[in-house]
């Protein structure tokens, strides 16, 4: 009885040691924290999950994945100089544009000409300097 006694104490003492270290060490003991409830979205992860208020420290119990979007309207987007063509959707539930899916369609790339010490694209009208770019136009083009 006696041996029994004192493993009982030990494994006490043992299960308890994490929570008086940490006591002792000024670290927070999460007394103060409690179990809450996030609700299912798309936008973030649910379920029950334990935070303490004093550090932040948060630890799910039963965490789960966010919820897939509720797409309502698509808008299919064209190739741009910069962008491949594809399908965004949005979302009735979060209110995000999230892309469908992916490219159909490669970049068209930009169509440089010459306007006096600048490149100009004819298709989209960026500008860039004539010395970032790697052709010679000191006599023309």
């Not at 999460?30 to 609700?39: D, F, L, S, W």
């Not at 910069?82 to 959707?89: K, L, S």
């Not at 970049?107 to 600048?118: I, K, P, R, S, V």
Request: hydrophobic share 30%.
């Amino acid at each position: 009885m006696i041996k029994l006694t004192a493993v009982i104490i030990t494994a006490v003492l043992v299960m308890l040691t994490p929570v008086f270290a940490d006591a002792l060490d000024g670290e927070c003991t999460h007394e103060n924290g409690e179990v809450k409830t996030r609700e299912p979205t798309c936008a973030t992860y649910y379920g029950k999950y334990f935070e303490c208020p004093d550090c932040g420290f948060i630890e799910w119990i039963n965490g789960y994945g966010p919820l897939p979007h509720t797409f309502d309207e698509y808008y299919e987007r064209e190739a741009t100089c910069t962008e491949d063509a594809h399908v965004d959707a949005h979302c009735s539930v979060c209110d995000q544009i999230v892309l469908y899916s992916s490219s159909y369609g490669t970049a068209l790339g930009h169509l440089w000409t010459l306007n006096g010490e600048e490149l100009v694209c004819s298709r989209c009208g960026d500008t860039k300097p004539v010395s970032e770019c790697e052709h010679d136009y000191s006599e023309g083009y």
